[in-house]
């Protein structure tokens, strides 16, 4: 199994990969980690795309079974070998209360009013709020839709709100059915 669980900033991507990984035994990789170098404040300065291919590529290759999880669409990567791609979908509202708590909770007082990361999470969050309805090129659910449909064979696309643990369980008998 080669699965992707791919959707905007605040869908669950990343906790839900990690979670079912966890159930199945298997590698969790999320493409976060492949995008931006770590920087303190974090997200500054990315990886070149070449870097990027390399590193994601290296760690892949090596296993035989593994999550990954976030939005390669774009990276223009080789042949990954995808067996299921999951696309959660929960809509525009439901991510954008998620990612405003998961930011309050990692930066604090660093993204309030006088903060240091004050103009750079308004920007961030402007920018994840055209993720459904954006369709140029980049991160957007056409490109991420589109990129899942074309490189598995198996898609599962979850539009319901479901509770977490539900939802995990959910990608879980998908990954696990026979085809």
Partial sequence: ???????G?????????ARVAAMLGVLHFDSDAYFHKPTDPPYQEPYSPEERRARIARDLQAQDSWIL????????LADLGLTHGVVLDVGGPVRLARLAQRERARFAGRIEVGGDMREEHESFMAWAEGYEARN????????????????????SVIR?????????????RFLVAPP
Avoid: H, K, Y
Avoid at 9 to 17: E, F, H, K, W
């Fill in 136 to 155: 140029d090129w980049g991160r957007n659910l056409p490109t991420d839709l589109a990129f899942v449909r074309a490189e598995c064979p198996l898609v």
């Fill in 1 to 7: 199994m080669r699965a992707i669980i791919t959707g």
């Fill in 9 to 17: 900033p605040g869908a669950g991507c990343t906790s839900t990969a």
């Fill in 69 to 76: 999880s976030g939005s390669v669409a774009t990276w223009g």
């Fill in 160 to 172: 319901e709100q479901l509770e977490f643990e539900e939802t995990c369980e959910v990608v879980r």
